[in-house]
């Protein structure tokens, strides 16, 4: 297959279309997590409202002064929060790297996508895309860092200068270099664990570093459709936030529908999710195909010599 | 994923900024000049309610040249209102000077002038910055022409100001929107449950209606155990304690008594200390005197007035329950929960009607039993929330039958945040 944007967008959206039955796999992961999160704060809410006239208000609308009260009496439970997310999100992380390991693979092998093909792919590359988490979340942690001292030595540049405006555009660009290097990140890190799946491979750093420079020679092209698919799913949230404005609060009946939508969003994104995934696979199989044939080609100009 | 959902963001604020700025007027001839420190200088009069004119003067750094529209109306409608209901502005003119964030004045040098420093954005619907600049002018009066007898009385000149600008901007501005700070500097309408680092990671990005007196009510609730309002200002154990003291406390003390006792009462109060502190200073034993006098039923109010100036007490009432304790008999058990006394109006709602009790607020716990032909569906204490200082209105009230749907509508909404927050954090691996 000729590696166009438009050949691998159309043939991952067919790979990730006969793979759907995997996204009530991640929806419902992501639900229990959710769900764990939302039961401590769930019992507070009842406490505090069952009983009261104040949630006719929050029914309709928002009541700020609530949220400030609630904030306030429920302090020690909320500062909690953070660190259950946390908590939670570190074992949900762990549990997408294992489901990882299975969506690359039936990806690799499209006939072979048996729940069971799934889950053997996820316990066999689970140990490998793990320190390959590790040290995606160094380097995030270091962009994090690097982030705060560019914001510093900003502010240290800004002491005793009055210029707002180049304040406020040089800070921008922090952060747009902040995004840009997460991205590059997430790239470097998702074509690692799709080449140690494809190529069989367990030595994580060396494999990073031929992925930088499979990147390197075919940036435009897995640069732009990551950007393809992210921007795709972006567009769902701007329809999902234009929809979501237009459902009325009352009568209660529309929370349902409303319910509803934000789910069609939820199985959006972690379609999306594999929709990254899938387009990576292919890219990743089409690049190594072309270097073969290189190879293929020269050894055979060199036995004609 | 975690980036283009910021990224999304990014654009939605950077569309939305256009919004929620003023207008950015272009530099022109006639708007001003620019003065000799880099400065635009620009004159506006307003003539108050006495038929005087007052000249205002001012002197705004260029890159906030957009913000003018704003600082002529919120000054002009503190001028007029402060003229109509407080006392007449002695001068002829006032002078508003815009100062860099980097230079560390907080109070002008003259008697008629104020300082003030401006974010660079404003968001359209968030009050602060003319809350700020008409507490500012109302300073002149109780700050500059009536001087404190001691500086532990400051809050006297901080609280009535930020009261008299509370008045200023509700009658005259629509329903303040919510907004929080995308990086540090960009206003965006909603409201932020998680963040790190100035990067918003659970939001919502909707108008939502926020009193003005949230800020306050928000410091108030972080040092609720902070001096009590007419107590000295070195029991105070940090800056930000000082500040709730002298600001924000006597401001709340002063929305409460707005609600209780009527506006006109209050701003009369106001008027009246004014008036007598031209003559000599009276300090908080005059304010006190002349709210103690002033203020209708009389008894009840003055044992509240005088806990919230003099003491840390805490407010906190509820009604415990409601049941149904015979044929037509109702009981309603209220309780006070914490040391504080405010004198509370408790109704009970039927299917026709409403029935109204009054309660001094003195007893820790009241009970009270009536009969009603209707359905009773719930009671409530102090339900226009004129005690301020309440700590939880939603124990306020108490439903016979109990209603899961707010707290499922709220569970439902944070499910749905916390599905995405996983999804972008969890993206990781």
Known sequence: MKNTMKNVLVQSARDVYNNLKFIFLFWGTNAVFALLLTLPLYRLLNENLNRSLIGSSLTHDFNYTWFLQFSNIFKSNIDELPYLIIAVTAIYTLIQTFFLGGLISVFHFPKKNHFTDFFYGSVKYWYRFLKVLIVSIVLYAALFILNDYLGDLISFLFVGNGNELAEIIIRSLRYLLLIFLIGMVTMISDYTKVSLALADREKVFSEIKSVLVLMKKNFYLIFNIFLFVALLGAVGSVIYNFLEALIPSEPVYFLILAFVLQQMLVIFRLYIRMFFYSTEVNIYKDIVADFAAVDISDDKTEIKK | ?429
């Not at chain 2, 963001?9 to 569309?15: M, N, P, V």
């Not at chain 2, 705004?60 to 209901?85: A, D, G, M, Y």
């Not at chain 2, 200073?281 to 003099?310: C, H, M, Q, W």
């Open chain 2, 1 to 429: 994923m975690k980036i283009f959902a910021f990224i999304l963001l990014l654009l939605y604020s950077t569309l939305s900024i256009t919004e929620n700025i003023d207008e950015i007027i272009p530099p022109s001839k006639n708007l001003g000049k620019e003065t000799q420190s880099g400065k635009i200088h620009k004159t506006t009069t307003v003539a108050t309610e006495n038929r005087d004119s007052i000249k205002i003067h001012f002197f705004i750094q260029p890159e906030h040249e957009r913000h003018i529209e704003r600082l002529k109306k919120i000054c002009s409608l503190t001028l007029k209102f402060l003229s109509k209901n407080i006392g007449k502005y002695p001068y002829s003119d006032l002078s508003v000077v815009d100062i860099p964030k980097n230079i560390q004045t907080a109070e002008s040098l003259n008697a008629n002038a104020i300082v003030f420093d401006a974010d660079y954005f404003l968001a359209k619907q968030s009050y602060e910055f003319e809350i700020s600049i008409a507490s500012k002018i109302a300073s002149i009066y109780f700050g500059n022409i009536v001087k404190n007898i001691s500086s532990d009385d400051a809050w006297l000149n901080y609280g009535l100001s930020r009261y008299i600008a509370h008045k200023v901007v509700e009658k005259n501005y629509p329903l303040q929107m919510n907004t929080f700070h995308l990086a540090g500097y960009l206003p965006i309408y909603g409201i932020t449950f998680l963040s790190y680092n100035e990067i918003p990671i659970i939001y919502t990005l909707r108008y939502f209606d926020v009193p003005l007196e949230s800020s306050s009510l928000k410091k108030y609730y972080e040092n609720i155990n902070s001096v009590p309002i007419a107590g000295n200002n070195s029991d105070a154990l940090n800056k930000e304690e000082l500040e709730v003291k002298n600001v924000h406390k006597p401001y709340l003390f002063m929305l409460s008594l707005d609600r209780y006792s009527g506006e006109n009462n209050t701003l009369g109060i106001i008027s009246e200390y004014y008036k007598q502190s031209l003559v000599s200073p009276v300090g908080k034993d005059g304010f006190i005197d002349i709210l103690l006098k002033t203020t209708p039923t009389k008894y009840e109010f003055n044992r509240y007035a005088l806990s919230a100036l003099n003491t840390a007490d805490k407010f906190d009432y509820a009604v415990d329950s409601l049941t149904a304790i015979g044929d037509n008999e109702f009981q309603i058990i209220a309780s006070r929960k914490e040391a504080g006394v405010f004198p509370v109006e408790i109704f009970a709602y039927t299917e026709k009607d409403t029935l109204k009790f009054r309660w001094d607020g003195k007893s820790v716990h009241k009970k009270i039993i009536f009969q009603s032909n209707e359905k009773v569906i719930a009671a409530e204490l102090d339900p226009r929330h004129k005690n301020i200082f309440d700590l939880n209105y939603a124990n306020n009230s108490f439903m016979l039958e109990p209603d899961y749907t707010t707290s499922v509508s709220v569970a439902i909404r944070w499910f749905f945040w916390i599905q995405n927050a996983i999804i972008i954090i969890g993206s990781v691996g």
